[in-house]
């Protein structure tokens, strides 16, 4: 079964710094996909960057990036320039090639300071 | 594009009713819709997965008899919490897919409060 870890669960940043979020995960396939998602208090759960595992190249969305690292089994997520808005959960998750589930990390609390 | 409604997005009810959750897909067809529960400040538990036509697969420890799932249409699936309890008290949230798609796109969850 695979597992998702995210050891922070609380993160704070400045308005306009960067912060970046831990997520590794384990498992034995080779094809698989990874995901963040950032759910606001409204609970509403929004796609944030997606990783296809066969591609090295790193996902990029606007002020989103992440530092896909297969070997170590590392998805860490990067926020650049961050808002007020960012202020959310942040949830680390993956999904076998097979895609019959999700499996999502416990999750890290950010919140963006003024 | 890849809008999912729940509805209702908040339920009160009396220990020992049905509450039944709805969940769709406004702009594609989810051949495949998913059922997670989210407790304060926890993650997301996936319940059981639907394929449009078929029996729901439950997650283990998940009561079937519980939580009867149905997806009769390619943008429809409804979630009832039957004979719902105190501790059935939750955030209930679905997700949908597209056939040959990863994306899971979420809806935006359904708060349960049984008295």
């Known amino acids: 079964a695979q597992t998702v870890t995210q050891s922070q669960p609380e993160m704070s940043v400045q308005e306009a710094e960067t912060v970046t979020l831990s997520c590794t995960y384990d498992?034995?396939?080779?094809?698989?996909?990874l995901f963040w998602y950032k759910q606001p208090p409204s609970r509403q759960m929004i796609l944030v960057i997606r990783?296809?595992?066969?591609?090295?190249q790193n996902a990029t969305e606007n002020r989103f990036s992440v530092n896909f690292q297969k070997a170590a089994k590392s998805f860490s997520l990067k926020i650049s320039d961050s808002q007020l808005g960012d202020t959310a959960m942040y949830f680390c998750?993956?999904?076998?090639?097979?895609?019959?589930?999700?499996?999502f990390g416990g999750g890290t609390r950010l919140m963006v300071k003024p | 594009g890849a809008v999912v409604s729940q509805h209702p997005s908040w339920v009160i009810c009396k220990s020992g009713t049905s509450v039944k959750i709805e969940c769709r897909s406004l702009?594609?067809?989810?051949?495949?819709m998913f059922w997670y529960r989210q407790f304060p400040k926890q993650s997301l538990m996936l319940m059981a997965t639907?394929?449009?036509?078929?029996?729901?697969?439950?997650e283990q420890g998940v009561e079937k008899d519980k939580f009867l799932i149905n997806h009769a249409s390619l943008t429809l699936s409804t979630l009832t919490v039957t004979s719902a309890h105190p501790e059935d008290s939750s955030f209930y949230i679905c997700?949908?897919?597209?056939?040959?798609?990863?994306?899971?796109?979420f809806g935006p969850g359904t708060r349960l409060l049984v008295l």
């Open positions: 702009d594609f067809q989810a051949t495949t």
């Open positions: 639907s394929n449009e036509g078929s029996k729901a697969t439950y």
């Open positions: 998750a993956f999904m076998n090639n097979a895609g019959n589930m999700l499996t």
């Open positions: 498992t034995s396939e080779n094809n698989y996909y």
């Open positions: 997700s949908a897919r597209q056939a040959l798609q990863e994306t899971q796109y």
């Open positions: 990783q296809e595992a066969y591609k090295q």
